[in-house]
T-cell receptor, first 115, second 115 residues
Framework: DAGVIQSPRHEVTEMGQEVTLRCKPI?????LFWYRQTMMRGLELLIY????????DSGMPEDRFSAKMPNASFSTLKIQPSEPRDSAVYFC?????????????FGPGTRLTVT | AQKVTQAQTEISVVEKEDVTLDCVYE???????LFWYKQPPSGELVFLIR??????QNEISGRYSWNFQKSTSSFNFTITASQVVDSAVYFC????????????FGQGTELSVKP
């Protein structure tokens, strides 16, 4: 079975540009999470969705960040305009809440560099 | 507030040594889940184990074992007879039942196993 798929794997962009990160969760999973990993702050949750509905976006740094989940198999995280401090690895994770399983499975991450 | 502390930032051992990674968590909730994830040099996050707050049974999986003690709020991870392939950053994480599954990560312990 395919795991969580993220694209692109690497993104280099200039400050002020719009960046869109994409995620395809594991088929059948009904929860999707976006995390960011930096040296300074470690791994932190940005936003998560249950059944395509955003539940908690308190971790989104500011209005420059937005996330959507138009259907059960696709989500995007957009940064507009991007800034150098947004440079990080962005992970998408998914899980199924059926059957009592609560572990999240992570995608390979997108390494974002903003110059 | 919820918090996960991994006091060991870096550990270095020689192959075949046993090593224990410490994890201490804080929460006032009675229903929660604890996890360990492995992040090898390639960067992906790999799920290792989940434990719920009602199950204090220790678990062994091959060379890996986990010791969960609610009395000390600890969920320690031991690798027996370590191998070079165990070199990675290991993260302990906490998830509260009433918070939809969001993971609160510790800062991670970087394990280096030398031949």
């Amino acid at each position: 079975d395919a795991g969580v798929i993220q694209s692109p794997r690497h993104e280099v962009t200039e400050m002020g540009q719009e960046v869109t990160l994409r995620c395809k969760p594991i088929s059948g999973h009904n929860s999707l999470f976006w995390y960011r990993q930096t040296m300074m702050r470690g791994l932190e949750l940005l936003i998560y969705f249950n059944n395509n509905v955003p539940i908690d976006d308190s971790g989104m740094p500011e209005d420059r960040f937005s996330a959507k989940m138009p259907n059960a198999s696709f989500s995007t995280l957009k940064i507009q305009p991007s800034e150098p401090r947004d440079s990080a690895v962005y992970f998408c994770a998914s899980r199924s809440t059926s059957g009592g399983a609560y572990e999240q499975y992570f995608g390979p991450g997108t390494r974002l560099t903003v110059t | 507030a919820q918090k996960v502390t991994q006091a060991q930032t870096e550990i270095s051992v020689v192959e075949k040594e046993d090593v224990t990674l410490d994890c201490v968590y804080e929460t006032r909730d009675t229903t929660y889940y604890l996890f360990w994830y492995k992040q090898p040099p390639s960067g992906e996050l790999v799920f290792l184990i989940r434990r719920n707050s009602f199950d204090e049974q220790n678990e062994i999986s091959g060379r890996y074992s986990w010791n969960f003690q609610k009395s000390t709020s600890s969920f320690n991870f031991t690798i027996t007879a370590s191998q070079v392939v165990d070199s990675a950053v290991y993260f302990c994480a906490l998830s509260l039942y009433n918070q939809g599954g969001k993971l609160i990560f510790g800062q991670g312990t970087e394990l280096s196993v030398k031949p």
